[in-house]
């Protein structure tokens, strides 16, 4: 159990709206510059196969001049791994992909695809990149997690984001149960997709859960009041609510 919880601050749609006109404005290396100078402890970035957003140049300039540790967020395709491999970035979280998906939706299903994931999983840790796999906050997927040899999970939170009232209690009951049992078995736990300033709270006080990694919300508040207001106050939030994360 940590008192510690990180931020990874996911610069993906940064990347995104630059894209929309092309050009080279708004540079996501600046935004995960910033990002390290609001508090983050990490960067994240998604290299999808369209590469609708990051770009492979981006991966480059994010290994060579950041400082902070980088989560290269990936499909687990022969293309994705190659990459890895040329860059070392810290971690490589492995997560589902869909051409037609807006973003991605979904935890990935470790249990069914156990097979082709056993040894892009195993490469990587080669490698000596931190390995994680973004799954639900389901039992049998950290079990599968843990027998593929990832050291780390990441669990979806996008459902518990989505819903309300009764229904986002059972959700935070499910991560809260998944990240204890994480814990159990020897796996570090992360969480994310889809949190907010008001949903962020509950999940940062689950004392087994040490990162968060959040994105599309701070660049959009970063539209009304900036990228440092915006990770300065998720942090602080996140740092209020864990506290409460006692043992």
Do not use: W
Not at 96 to 116: F, I, K, M, W, Y
């Amino acid at each position: 159990m940590s008192r510690t919880l990180r931020l990874g601050v996911n610069i993906d749609h940064v990347a995104t709206i630059r894209n929309a006109r092309g050009g080279r404005h708004p540079d996501p290396v600046r935004a995960a510059r910033m990002a390290a100078a609001a508090g983050a402890d990490g960067i994240t970035a998604h290299l999808r196969e369209d590469r609708r957003h990051i770009s492979d140049d981006d991966i480059v300039r994010l290994t060579r001049e950041i400082e902070l540790p980088l989560n290269l967020e990936m499909a687990a395709t022969p293309e994705m791994l190659d990459i890895a491999l040329k860059h070392r970035p810290h971690a490589a979280c492995i997560v589902p992909e869909s051409r037609e998906e807006r973003t991605t939706e979904g935890g990935l299903d470790a249990v069914r695809h156990a097979a082709a994931l056993r040894p892009v999983v195993g490469r990587l840790v080669d490698a000596g990149i931190r390995v994680s796999l973004f799954i639900e906050a389901d039992p049998a997927q950290l079990d599968m997690a843990r027998a593929l040899g990832a050291p780390v999970v990441e669990i979806h939170t996008g459902a518990y984001c989505d819903h309300e009232g009764p229904a986002r209690a059972r959700e935070l009951d499910r991560i809260r149960k998944a990240a204890a049992h994480a814990a159990a078995i020897g796996l570090e736990c992360h969480a994310g997709h889809g949190l907010s300033f008001d949903t962020v709270g509950p999940i940062a006080a689950i004392p087994t859960i040490v990162e968060l990694n959040i994105g599309h919300f701070l660049v959009g508040e970063a539209i009304f009041d900036g990228l440092d207001s915006a990770i300065r106050r998720m942090r602080a939030l996140m740092d209020e609510a864990r506290p409460a994360a006692t043992p």
